[in-house]
């Protein structure tokens, strides 16, 4: 009777062996926004907002926005112009973007204005307000304030792969360039470099 | 059955070697459930009937449909079935949500599972997550990319370029030059389109100059030469980056060919015309049933006469009687069964608003066919080797569980147990013996270009033979713009 019971027992680890591996379960996590996760190598919410930290850092450091308040008497006025994508990824340059922004008008010596994807509803939202909206209300147009400068740049790769090991070389470009003279005032780079591993076999 | 289990369960002294071929008889019959996850005939059927009657979106609804049937093992293949109809369907974005998908799965697939390996030995290769060949996976981003192309998101389309070109930087560093697909025509020539499409006529230059050498070098198998407007695209490019050594020695290997130079097609707008043609291959089994004795070469060759005046394989029959025999070894190996494309090129005419046409013929640009049967040349040493050796294995272990019965029933029962048990772990090594034969069979079997450059403004498009994708579309074209179109054709 015993040894039926083994034999029986053993089939059923042989039946439950082959059967295993086959559940999985789903576990979510609340942490904190601002934790590295590093979970693919490639870009992610945390080398934008480090990037866009480093680069408003470096850019409030330059003299270019000293010089300007001096002279003019008032806080600069920038618009975004393109970030271009030259990676190996689909990179939401939005994000980046509006973390920069963030980060520039935060430290109130820069003002912002609306970028050329922006524009073109806020013109029309005036257009509609003087067709519908009470006239002490109304928006009058020729009212913009231009910009002083345009913040250029790029986000670029260079991959590296062999045996399972990839290295993942990331450069931010951003250049602050005055509209009226097309003189480059300012010169931004931040360089990431990541390696990612991966084993060739698996239990 | 459960007599038979109960009277070796009541072994004293056997004890191991009862329990041992019960558990091999469990194992395979276990891994064989496990391993039924070969691809559906049906699925694909249906699936080419949708297209054939001009409706892709039903087919990449029975795609949807067929997710349990692809099963965990293929979510690869799920995705690149699945985004490659989704393209046809003209649902762009989610078409690239699911080969993105594929091909991060892809990249986990690079992690091999031990377990997973052990079971594909013991049954069949079916048991193993497929990875897709080389050459689909550049496809995965050549899809991609026309489909931002398509959405004129060429920004984009030029990350796929990128990956593209990382992909097949790998490949060649990996593959012995002259031995095999390490390099894709196709896939650069693209890259170059895209890359002259957002104005970067350094990079068009270089993965113009890549596509004609990844040509050159595929000649021997790839049934695709240079497509003469490549040609053309060397002269024009080299010619604007003043690379006079370059242009000259273009000038001199292409003196027939006709050219225009970039500040004259800068004023221009171009129309390129992806035409996917036909079906790519599909793969059915090969037995090779090796026999170990002369009666079982008898009956080998009597049941092959049977199938061959019966046309087909049937699985059951030779199940039933290599089990009993116990004396055959079955191999199952792929074969690539071609379903050619009956079009060898469009003709594609824009005519403008004062009814005056331009016309222009497609031209080859890739042969999938031809990239399925180097591929699998490749891979079939190994596949060989892996499938003897796989056969060798399952037979031993079945041979083990039926002398192991045999001892455990004692001389008057051994006959009869050594046959059940025989029939039983021989006739589940035959059974599970299948060749792997998934492949990405949305794919067509060729794909055409053809390209036209005309003045800024309204065009009705007319592409014949046509087919789904195109139907009397108005274009509005502005100088220096590439629209990018994409075409089924069945036949």
């Known amino acids: 009777m015993i040894q039926n019971t083994r034999g029986g027992l053993r089939i059923a680890a042989c039946a439950v062996l082959l059967l295993s591996g086959c559940g999985h379960e789903t576990k979510v996590t609340r942490v904190d926004a601002g934790l590295v996760t590093d979970l693919s190598g490639r870009w992610n919410d945390s080398d934008s907002r480090m990037v866009a930290e480093s680069m408003v850092k470096e850019a409030l450091e330059y003299p270019w926005l000293g010089n300007f308040p001096q002279v003019n008497r008032r806080q600069p006025v920038v618009v975004v112009g393109t970030v271009l994508n030259n990676s190996h990824e689909h990179i939401n340059v939005q994000t980046f973007i509006t973390d920069l922004e963030r980060e520039l008008t935060n430290s109130q010596k820069v003002t912002f204005v609306a970028g050329k994807g922006e524009r073109d509803e806020i013109r029309t939202e005036r257009k509609e307000q003087a067709m519908h909206a009470r006239e002490e209300t109304q928006k009058a147009p020729g009212k913009e304030t231009g910009a002083d400068y345009m913040m250029k740049g790029s986000i670029a790769t ?46 | 059955m459960s007599q038979v289990l109960s009277r070796f369960t009541h072994g004293g002294s056997v004890r191991w ?106 049954t069949n290769d079916n048991a193993l997550p497929y990875e897709g060949d080389a050459y689909e996976h550049v496809m995965i981003n050549v899809v991609k990319a026309l489909n931002y192309a398509v959405q004129g998101q060429i920004q984009e389309a030029l990350v796929e370029a990128r990956r593209i070109d990382h992909r097949l930087n790998l490949l060649s560093d990996k593959v012995r030059e002259g031995s095999g697909y390490r390099n894709d025509g196709f896939a650069r020539y693209l890259s170059g389109m895209l890359y002259e499409a957002d104005g970067d006529l350094n990079n068009a230059f270089i993965a113009y100059r890549n596509a004609f050498d990844a040509y050159e070098e595929m000649r021997g198998w790839s049934r695709t030469p240079a497509p003469p407007s490549l040609r053309a695209d060397l002269l024009r490019t080299t ?19 006709a050219w225009e130079p970039v500040t004259t097609q800068e004023q221009l707008a171009q129309v390129v015309l992806i035409s996917y043609n036909g079906r790519a291959p599909r793969k059915e089994d090969i037995y090779l049933d090796l026999p170990i004795s002369l009666d079982a070469l008898q009956l080998v060759l009597l049941n092959r006469g049977l199938s061959q005046s019966r046309q087909r394989w049937n699985r059951g029959t030779d199940t039933v009687l290599y089990g009993l025999s116990g004396q055959v070894v079955r191999v199952a190996l792929p074969r690539l069964v071609p379903q050619k494309t009956q079009v060898p090129s469009e003709s594609m005419t824009l005519t403008d608003l004062s009814g005056r046409p331009v016309a222009v013929r497609s031209e080859p640009a890739l042969n999938v066919t031809a990239l399925a049967e180097k591929s699998l040349a490749d891979r079939m040493p190994l596949i060989t080797a892996k499938a003897l050796a796989r056969a060798a294995t399952k037979f031993a272990l079945a041979e083990g569980a039926t002398r192991g019965a045999q001892q455990a029933a004692g001389k008057d029962a051994a006959p009869w147990v050594g046959l059940l048990v025989g029939l039983l772990t021989k006739g589940l090594a035959v059974a599970s013996e299948e060749a792997d034969k998934r492949s990405w069979q949305t794919l067509p079997d060729e794909i055409h270009v053809a390209r036209a450059w005309v003045a800024p403004g309204q065009y009705q498009v007319s592409i014949q033979p046509s087919g789904h994708g195109n139907e009397a579309q108005l274009l509005t074209l502005a100088p220096g713009q590439t629209t990018f179109l994409i075409q089924r054709v069945m036949q």
């Not at chain 1, 509209?179 to 060739?200: D, M, T």
């Open chain 1, 158 to 203: 260079i991959l590296d792969e062999a045996d399972g090991t990839k290295a993942i070389f990331y450069q931010v470009d951003l250049q602050m360039i005055d509209l009226e003279s097309n003189v480059k005032v300012w010169f931004g780079q931040k360089k990431i470099k990541k390696v990612v591993e991966k084993k060739r076999t698996s239990f």
């Open chain 2, 17 to 122: 070697s009862v329990a041992s071929p019960i558990c091999c008889s469990v194992i395979l019959a276990g891994l064989i459930l496990l391993a039924g996850c070969g691809p559906s005939t049906n699925r694909y059927l249906l699936i080419e009937q949708s297209l054939l009657a001009g409706d892709p979106a039903l087919a990449a609804a029975i795609v949807e449909q067929n997710v349990k049937e692809y099963g965990t093992k293929s979510r690869v293949l799920y995705g690149m079935d699945r985004g490659m109809t989704l393209q046809l369907a003209g649902d762009y974005q989610q078409s690239n949500s699911v080969l993105e998908q594929a091909e991060e799965e892809v990249e986990r697939l690079y992690t091999r599972i031990i377990r997973s390996e052990t079971a594909a030995f013991l």
């Open chain 2, 239 to 257: 010619d604007a980056l003043h690379l006079t050594a370059e242009f000259q020695r273009y000038r001199q290997a292409f003196p027939d060919v």
